[in-house]
């Protein structure tokens, strides 16, 4: 007996994530959960101002203190299950894109 139909999908459907946050530094802005990875990008409009990946200071693409972002001056990142995303200044930091089944 078949549980799944034929050619239906399995797991979880994939997830969009958008998060800008301006909280205090040290605050948590996301975590990728168990069984899951991320696909995406980080700004901030904070000139040499770091978002941290579990602990580790990370300077994603300065958007210059606009909310325009040149294209093609993103990198991107993929981020596995448990990698914690936090605010390390109160500047502005956004994160965009997609989480998936792992």
């Known amino acids: 007996m078949l549980t799944t139909p034929v050619g239906a999908a399995s797991g979880t459907p994939p997830k969009q994530i958008a998060i800008t946050n301006t909280a205090l530094a ?9 069984g899951r990875k991320f696909i995406g990008y ?16 990370i300077y994603p693409y300065y958007g210059g203190g606009t909310s325009v972002v040149q294209p093609g001056a993103l990198v991107e ?22 989480e998936y089944d792992a």
């Open 26 to 34: 040290g605050t948590t802005m996301y975590t990728v959960p168990v």
């Open 42 to 57: 980080f700004n901030t409009r904070g000139q040499n101002q770091p978002t941290k990946i579990n602990g580790v200071n």
């Open 77 to 98: 990142w993929t981020l596995v299950a448990g990698t914690v995303v936090s605010e390390n200044t109160s500047n502005q930091t956004s994160i965009v894109g997609v």
